[in-house]
């Protein structure tokens, strides 16, 4: 039972990272579907030379996050009080300044890092351990960095896109850097294995109801929309957004 809980949360971590990308296109490309040309939607082509593997893994996820993750997002969603669900979410933020804090001092960014510590120090305090996100009052406003990211500001290339099962869009770079990160994330030194799945599955579903509005950007053939935004997005991110918009 234990065994079949676990996958079950692994399951709906990953629908969440693939539904993830929708919200990552906002910032990034113009989500309007007259904007949505032929050129946007050839870009990540030449990235993309698994693609036929692929597309049949984001059939897989996107059918697991159809018939099981969405529907819970909207009950979630309907049931919860607005403050509340704003406050768990400002929860898990909170909780990420910790990695964001790690992976700034590793690419020496260093006043991006004293802002991750005030926020966390702050919203810790003064937020109630963040439910309430008094940080961004005070103009500090929140980074969002991982070790992808970090490796990229190295050089490291991304190579390949790539569909994870569960685990959604990716590239190479982007996957190995999954386990460094883990070492940030509060799951990790929690021993009650229910309370850290139950912790975990309200994350992912909190997660996941963030991003239901989102899924009106999409335009297209819907692959291709994520792999693009989320391309678009972690060459965003890399570059700190000093990039060029060349297509």
Known sequence: MQHFFNTSVRCMLSTMLMA???SLSHSVVAADADDYDDSWEAFGENEDP??????????FNDAVDRWALKPIAKGYQKITPDV?????????????EVKNLANNVL???LHDAGVDTARFMFNSTFGVLGFFDVATKMGLQRND????????????KSG???VLPLFGPSTVRDTFAMYPDSYVSAYRYVNDVPVRNSVFALNVV???????????L??????????????????????????????
């Open 218 to 247: 999409i335009s297209g053939d819907k692959y291709r929309f994520i792999r693009n935004a989320y391309l678009q997005n972690r060459e965003f991110r890399v570059m700190d957004g000093n990039v060029v918009d060349d297509f």
């Open 50 to 59: 698994w693609e036929n593997a692929n597309r049949a893994i984001f059939r």
């Open 206 to 216: 909190d997660t996941r109801a963030k991003l239901l509005s989102a899924e009106r």
């Open 20 to 22: 993830g990308c929708l």
């Open 84 to 96: 509340v669900e704003d406050g768990i979410h400002n929860v898990f933020r909170n909780v990420g």
């Open 107 to 109: 690419q020496l960014k």
């Open 145 to 156: 960095e991982d070790f992808g990211q970090t490796l990229g500001s190295w050089g490291v």
């Open 160 to 162: 390949p896109y790539v």
